[in-house]
């Protein structure tokens, strides 16, 4: 709590101070209201005074004080924010040729979620195959490790033209290369293809039944789990 005393004033009163701005100040309190200039003091050190006497204009009166500033300014209250008339929601009525668009869309994003899946499920189920010197191994047939068999069955045949030493080498999944025999390297690109063939079939059936599909209903009915082709196998 401070003593507020106006210039030319003997008499003080207890106020609560606040700065506001650098031109801003506010006094709380029970207290006339002048535009005389102030000083404030602590009851116990009155020696200790500060000199406000350059903030004589009323910049704001509060309900329990006001506020001065030393540059002449007043508080003018801000311009209302313009009301913004509502729009009234009107919801969205596809027409038929929306529906018909969105409806293709569908078609196409299933495909595409098809050839994903199956991308998984070849990354998730390798193939196990004893053709490796009799010693069952696993072995990925993802489409990417087919594409590499082929150009190293390519590659080798390029190198044996030249080089009757030029040595097949392929890998089990997790292991490093090792040499094959050419007989080897074709039996299991054949068993590759035995497994996956069922299904790429299957996912190519699922393509022609999404593009016959006629509306959404058929569309959603068709389902995509490449389970049920290992276990019709």
Same mark, same amino acid.
């Given at each position: 709590?401070?003593?507020?005393?106006?210039?030319?004033?003997?008499?003080?009163?207890?106020?609560?101070?606040?700065?506001?701005?650098?031109?801003?100040?506010?006094?709380?309190?029970?207290?006339?209201?002048?535009?005389?200039?102030?000083?404030?003091?602590?009851?116990?050190?009155?020696?200790?005074?500060?000199?406000?006497?350059?903030?004589?204009?009323?910049?704001?009166?509060?309900?329990?004080?006001?506020?001065?500033?030393?540059?002449?300014?007043?508080?003018?209250?801000?311009?209302?924010?313009?009301?913004?008339?509502?729009?009234?929601?009107?919801? !969205?009525?596809? *027409?038929? &040729?929306?529906?018909?668009?969105?409806?293709? %869309?569908?078609?196409?994003?299933? $495909? +595409?979620? /098809?050839?994903?899946?199956?991308?998984?499920?070849?990354?998730?189920?390798?193939?196990?195959?004893?053709?490796?010197?009799?010693?069952?191994?696993? !072995?990925?047939? *993802?489409? &990417?490790?087919?594409?590499?068999?082929?150009? %190293?069955?390519?590659?080798?045949? $390029? +190198?044996? /033209?030249?080089?009757?030493?030029?040595?097949?080498?392929?890998?089990?999944?997790?292991?490093?290369?090792?040499?094959?025999?050419?007989?080897?390297?074709?039996?299991?690109?054949? &068993?590759?293809?035995?497994?996956?063939?069922?299904?790429?079939?299957?996912?190519?059936?699922?393509?022609?039944?999404?593009?016959?599909?006629?509306?959404?209903?058929?569309?959603?009915?068709?389902?995509?789990?490449?389970?049920?082709?290992?276990?019709?196998?």
């Amino acid at each position: 709590m401070l003593e507020l005393k106006y210039l030319n004033s003997t008499t003080s009163h207890e106020v609560d101070f606040f700065r506001i701005s650098e031109n801003v100040i506010e006094i709380r309190g029970d207290f006339p209201v002048e535009n005389l200039g102030f000083i404030l003091f602590r009851p116990e050190q009155k020696n200790d005074i500060w000199n406000y006497s350059d903030f004589t204009t009323v910049y704001r009166i509060l309900e329990d004080g006001v506020q001065f500033s030393n540059d002449e300014s007043v508080y003018t209250e801000p311009e209302p924010t313009p009301e913004i008339p509502s729009i009234p929601f009107e919801p !969205y009525e596809p *027409t038929p &040729e929306d529906l018909e668009t969105i409806f293709q %869309q569908n078609k196409i994003n299933k $495909i +595409a979620l /098809s050839k994903i899946m199956l991308s998984e499920y070849l990354e998730n189920n390798p193939l196990y195959s004893s053709v490796h010197g009799g010693i069952e191994g696993v !072995y990925s047939v *993802t489409s &990417e490790k087919q594409s590499l068999m082929m150009s %190293q069955y390519m590659t080798y045949q $390029i +190198a044996k /033209s030249v080089d009757t030493d030029a040595k097949l080498t392929w890998n089990e999944t997790g292991k490093s290369c090792t040499e094959w025999t050419e007989e080897e390297f074709l039996q299991l690109i054949l &068993e590759i293809k035995a497994y996956v063939y069922p299904l790429v079939f299957h996912q190519q059936q699922l393509e022609e039944q999404i593009m016959n599909c006629t509306n959404q209903e058929e569309l959603n009915e068709i389902v995509i789990n490449y389970n049920l082709v290992n276990l019709e196998k």
